[in-house]
């Protein structure tokens, strides 16, 4: 565990029991030099008793020194989906000076769920690291958390975190926190929470594809469970920030059929097809290419239309658009992403096809595909005077050796000294 010297407990002046808990997470933005705008999200349920008055936002630098606390008021809530109610606290601050800080905050009172330990007796502990320079920001996440999944059916969630900078992202799964007051010293400790992950059939279980950030698993337990994803931030292979997000599950049990979808994908012919239950693909374009993804959700049990709403990298800051028709049972969209010099890139772009289904309270469900943009051609000419050597080497974002032949990372190339190495590219 490790030490924060800090004296972080929350002073609130109500009861000892709040409206549900069901997650949140925190953000940090800059808004021009050292000034920074930070968003708390906190997730709660429909209950509107005994809300908290403010909570603190701790801001700490890189020795866990504290450079400034803020009490932050409680504001009016938005509502998201499956009743679900969205508190957006946001502050200002002004670093004193560029480096790496952690911003954090805590809230009392989880709700009772399976996967935690008498969850009630724990808060919520939220933190997130930026690194200050004038202009970099931590990623954000682009949707909401999905909040109910059934029983014995496949549950398909991303976060969908977009950094505005361009910097590399990964995702993993971490353990719900909390903060542990020493009743001897008064010091806080960040905890994790006795936790697992929620249950699942055996051959669907719960994790998380590492290459889109997709969540996967067949719950097969009704209940509350807690999820909580961890998002790193790299710059030239190195950790330079994250944020975290921590939400709640309900698993209920229903006779609702998912939706089928499945979608046409093409830049010219012939078309690929992708069909639900396998692995969605990744795409290989170039900046003079017009990507279209056709995603259809169809509804043939309950003829409920559905609908579709798309979140990701891919339609921001770019020219993406999207055409969408619907009738009784079944859902098209269109969704159109035009390549050009201005995206070509060594990240890749995401694009995440959330569908809704409308029986028995609202089922989401995600579907998440990538998307690489590089020039038309690329190459490398080797002038050879003597040995005729070269070493080539690609590096990914962890600084992991992979095929060099793949696009999307950085290439090192190491030589002995009396090779000339000409790049070209258009």
């Known amino acids: 565990m490790k030490k924060l010297l800090i004296l972080f407990l929350l002073t609130f002046s109500y009861p000892s029991y709040s409206s549900n808990l069901l997650g949140g ?3 940090c933005s800059n808004i021009n030099g050292l000034s920074y705008k930070t968003t708390l999200t906190i997730y709660r349920d429909g209950s509107l008793f005994n809300i908290p008055l403010s909570l603190t936002i701790t ?3 890189s020795l866990d020194t504290i450079v400034a606390t803020h009490i932050v008021n409680t504001p009016n809530y938005s509502l998201g989906s499956n009743g679900v109610r969205l508190y957006k606290y946001l502050d200002n601050i002004s670093f004193p000076s560029n480096g790496t800080y952690k911003i954090s905050a805590r809230e009392s009172y989880r709700d009772s769920v399976v996967n935690i330990a008498n969850s ?4 919520m502990y939220i933190d997130c690291m930026v690194m200050v320079d004038g202009n970099n920001s931590t990623p954000k996440f682009l949707s909401e958390p999905i909040r109910i999944a059934q029983t014995n059916q496949p549950f398909s969630y991303n976060t969908t975190p977009y950094d505005e900078d361009g910097d590399s992202i990964s995702w993993e799964l971490y353990t719900p926190e909390d903060l542990y007051t020493s009743p001897i010293t008064g010091l806080n400790y960040i905890i994790q929470t006795p936790y697992t992950y929620p249950s699942s ?3 669907f279980p719960f994790h998380i594809d590492t290459i889109t950030g997709d969540i996967f698993f067949k719950p097969n337990v009704e209940g509350k469970f807690q999820i909580a994803v961890k998002i790193k931030e790299w710059r030239n292979g190195v950790l330079i920030g994250y944020v975290k997000r921590d939400m709640e599950l309900k698993v209920i049990q229903s006779s609702n059929i998912p ?3 499945f979608c046409e994908m093409y830049t010219s012919l012939p078309h690929t097809f992708w069909y639900q239950g396998t692995p969605t693909p990744t795409w290989y374009i170039t900046s003079s290419q017009l990507l279209t993804l056709h995603f259809n959700a169809f509804d043939t049990i309950t003829h409920v239309c559905p609908n579709i709403d798309r979140y990701g990298s891919a339609l921001v800051n770019t020219s993406a658009w999207s055409l969408n028709y619907g009738s009784l049972d ?3 969209s269109y969704f159109y992403f035009p390549a050009s010099s201005a995206t070509v890139s060594n990240n890749p772009y995401f694009v995440t096809f959330r569908v809704a289904d409308f029986v028995a309270g609202t089922f989401y469900s995600d579907y998440t595909f990538r998307i690489f943009v590089t020039n038309p051609t690329t190459g ?3 002038i050879n005077n003597e040995t005729k050597s070269v070493y080539l080497k690609s590096i990914d974002i962890l600084g992991r050796e992979i095929d060099p032949n793949l696009p999307g990372f950085r290439i090192d190339l190491y030589s002995d000294g009396k090779t000339k190495k000409v790049f070209r590219g258009e």
């Open 259 to 261: 939706n089928q979808v």
């Open 59 to 61: 801001y700490r630098d």
């Open 120 to 123: 009630t007796t724990y808060g």
């Open 330 to 332: 079944w859902y098209d």
């Open 201 to 203: 059939n055996i051959l």
């Open 380 to 382: 490398i000419n080797e």
């Open 25 to 27: 997470e925190i953000s």
